[in-house]
């Protein structure tokens, strides 16, 4: 039990397009979803947290305008890359916390390159 | 603000030899410290966790004690195996957010 997947597992594209990364909890609902950043040899860094139903919130220095995060589900969060640059490749993972539980359960992550 | 330190990788070890994962934090309060493994091509799952000083956290023959007066989250296992190769990260849990460490890899050869 507590699968979280994510979809795509590697994306490339061009600079100036935006990615839509999806993270799903296969298992259990959700309240609450966190979207991590991680550079190669590098701890991961949370970025925002999301609440179902609410607006999710950003860790200083993240541009929610370029980092748009929905969270339109129990089950289901999305992080779009706005217009993305070679500067926003990374490895981005996600992670849910079941409703009632406050342990994170953590997807495979997403793999984007921007050329 | 929070941080954790684990020692770099990676690290090459025989099957049955001893692993030993330094892992120091900084943090105010009293957080939560946890380790949690990665394996190939999977997500993060939680190793061990502990709550609060002096407990100790354990699972799959891995270990670690929650030292307050030297801020440490030493992870431990006595005797390793291949299947035991992964990423392995320390963490910190304080007011409801996760620090990680660098993450350390870690290969067993048969």
Redo the contacts between chains.
Sequence with gaps: GAVVSQHPSWVICKSGTSVKIECRSLDFQATTMFWYRQFPKQSLMLMATSNEGSKATYEQGVEKDKFLINHASLTLSTLTVTSAHPEDSSFYICSAEPQGDNEQFFGPGTRLTVL | GDS?TQMEGPVTLSEEAFLTINCTYTATGYPSLFW?VQYP??????LLKATKADDKGSNKGFEATYRKETTSFHLEKGSVQVSDSAVY?CAL?ND????????TTVTVRA
């Design positions: 954790v949690y091509g999977e997500g993060l799952q939680l990260f849990d409801y957010k996760l620090s990680f460490g660098a993450g």
